[in-house]
T-cell receptor
Framework: DTGVSQDPRHKITKRGQNVTFRCDPI?????LYWYRQTLGQGPEFLTY????????KSRLLSDRFSAERPKGSFSTLEIQRTEQGDSAMYLC??????????FGQGTRLTVV | RKEVEQDPGPFNVPEGATVAFNCTYS??????FFWYRQDCRKEPKLLMS???SGNEDGRFTAQLNRASQYISLLIRDSKLSDSATYLC???????????FGGGTRLMVKP
């Protein structure tokens, strides 16, 4: 499978715990995005990488959220001290030289 | 005000109908425009890019009005399989940033 891969697909965690999600983009795609989506809403931008550089970060992203893309390939998104309001689908997308962004199937986070 | 706005719908139409969605954007520096389709509990997928002169792909027609800052999507001869949420996407910042609208839900009924 050469598409965007996200792991895990589902995560249930207790409030206050830390969680980390992984995204493997399409090989050689230099641009990588993280979005959050809740039911009935469109994807909400979180952060953007070009290669290993984090070029954009949403003002909505609190200090509890951090993302990395250490070698310009896979990326991780960590949420510290999770809150119930963090429950959402976390989507990763990658883009190469073309205009189309390809999305992974997402990680569904439930904070209980 | 949201940067990209869409009527959430739902639009309920019979098979064979023609339906149109509009999307407005607030950033006049926006450079690229897209329509994505998202099926229930699935990831968004590109439906079509939107070009300045307007473009057509089979039953789908997309148009851009820069002066009024809106884009549209027209679906002719609706099929049951067209039922989905249609997301308007606008790009600025040298084409790297992608901002999504809230989506318009379409339900095509037999």
């Amino acid at each position: 499978d050469t598409g965007v891969s996200q792991d895990p697909r589902h995560k249930i965690t207790k409030r206050g715990q830390n969680v980390t999600f992984r995204c493997d983009p399409i090989s050689e795609h230099n641009r990588l995005y993280w979005y959050r989506q809740t039911l009935g809403q469109g994807p909400e931008f979180l952060t953007y990488f070009q290669n290993e550089a984090q070029l954009e970060k949403s003002r909505l992203l609190s200090d509890r959220f951090s993302a990395e893309r250490p070698k310009g390939s896979f990326s991780t998104l960590e949420i510290q001290r999770t809150e119930q309001g963090d429950s959402a689908m976390y989507l990763c997308a990658s883009r190469g030289a073309g205009t189309e962004a390809f999305f992974g199937q997402g990680t569904r986070l439930t904070v209980v | 005000r949201k940067e990209v706005e869409q009527d959430p719908g739902p639009f309920n139409v019979p098979e064979g109908a023609t339906v149109a969605f509009n999307c407005t954007y607030s950033n006049s520096a926006s450079q690229s425009f897209f329509w994505y389709r998202q099926d229930c509990r699935k990831e968004p997928k590109l439906l079509m890019s939107v070009y300045s002169s307007g473009n057509e792909d089979g039953r789908f027609t997309a148009q851009l009005n820069r002066a009024s800052q809106y884009i549209s999507l027209l679906i002719r001869d609706s099929k049951l399989s067209d039922s989905a949420t249609y997301l308007c996407v606008v790009s600025h910042n040298a084409g790297n940033m992608l901002t999504f609208g809230g989506g318009t839900r379409l339900m095509v009924k037999p």
